[in-house]
């Protein structure tokens, strides 16, 4: 009999602890919004894509299919009803910011990121994506990272750069390549199941 209840024990111990490992493996109940540019970095998209259980894809600059909704048609008062709006990155987004130029899906975009600070929702960036919080001015005095190169960017709009995977600065987590996508995405589940929302 004490054998059985030792290996009942035994049991009971291992289930509990594959719960608690893979507690941060499953999406966080909550509704996010990936918002995705031309030619957005896939691996990105995969892994953010599975940061919550109600995922909205907003399309922007070129992107043709693919998407939800677009980001023209996203009001600010939509952002209430996400807990976290992740920007994504990619050639597309990378060439639009290396130009320099803020274009009109730029300035859409950054205007999102500025509800969604001003709404207090959480808010990602990933590879040339914090260029974006930083256009909208919601970096300035923070810390952040972003795709190697894209530096000046940053700078340029206050934000300071840190060398590093991923920045948590506030409600604003920046990641800088897409080999951080999966950490990124961890701390983004982390700080929406604490309910920073």
């Given at each position: 009999?004490?054998?059985?209840?030792?290996?009942?024990?035994?049991?009971?111990?291992?289930?509990?602890?594959?719960?608690?490992?893979?507690?941060?493996?499953?999406?966080?109940?909550?509704?996010?919004?990936?918002v995705v540019f031309e030619d957005y970095n896939q691996?990105?998209?995969?892994?953010?894509?599975?940061?919550?259980?109600?995922?909205?894809?907003?399309?922007?600059?070129?992107?043709?299919?693919?998407?939800?909704?677009?980001?023209?048609?996203?009001?600010?008062?939509?952002?209430?009803?996400?807990?976290?709006?992740?920007?994504?990155?990619?050639?597309?987004?990378?060439?639009?910011?290396?130009?320099?130029?803020?274009?009109?899906?730029?300035?859409?975009?950054?205007?999102?990121?500025?509800?969604?600070?001003?709404?207090?929702?959480?808010?990602?960036?990933?590879?040339?994506?914090?260029?974006?919080?930083?256009?909208?001015?919601?970096?300035?005095?923070?810390?952040?990272?972003?795709?190697?190169?894209?530096?000046?960017?940053?700078?340029?709009?206050?934000?300071?750069?840190?060398?590093?995977?991923?920045?948590?600065?506030?409600?604003?987590?920046?990641?800088?390549?897409?080999?951080?996508?999966?950490?990124?995405?961890?701390?983004?589940?982390?700080?929406?199941?604490?309910?920073?929302?």
């Amino acid at each position: 009999m004490r054998r059985y209840v030792a290996v009942a024990i035994i049991v009971a111990v291992l289930v509990l602890a594959a719960a608690l490992f893979s507690w941060n493996e499953t999406p966080v109940e909550g509704h996010v919004a990936l918002v995705v540019f031309e030619d957005y970095n896939q691996h990105e998209f995969e892994t953010l894509r599975s940061t919550a259980t109600d995922v909205t894809v907003v399309g922007a600059g070129n992107l043709t299919s693919g998407y939800d909704v677009r980001i023209e048609d996203v009001k600010p008062s939509d952002i209430l009803g996400y807990d976290a709006v992740i920007f994504i990155g990619g050639s597309g987004l990378y060439r639009r910011v290396e130009s320099g130029r803020m274009d009109r899906d730029l300035e859409m975009a950054a205007g999102l990121a500025e509800s969604a600070s001003r709404s207090g929702r959480i808010i990602g960036a990933i590879c040339a994506a914090p260029a974006i919080p930083a256009m909208a001015g919601i970096l300035r005095g923070q810390n952040a990272t972003i795709y190697p190169g894209l530096e000046g960017v940053l700078s340029e709009n206050g934000a300071r750069y840190v060398k590093a995977d991923v920045v948590v600065s506030g409600r604003i987590v920046t990641a800088a390549t897409p080999e951080s996508a999966g950490k990124l995405r961890d701390t983004l589940r982390a700080i929406i199941r604490k309910g920073y929302s």
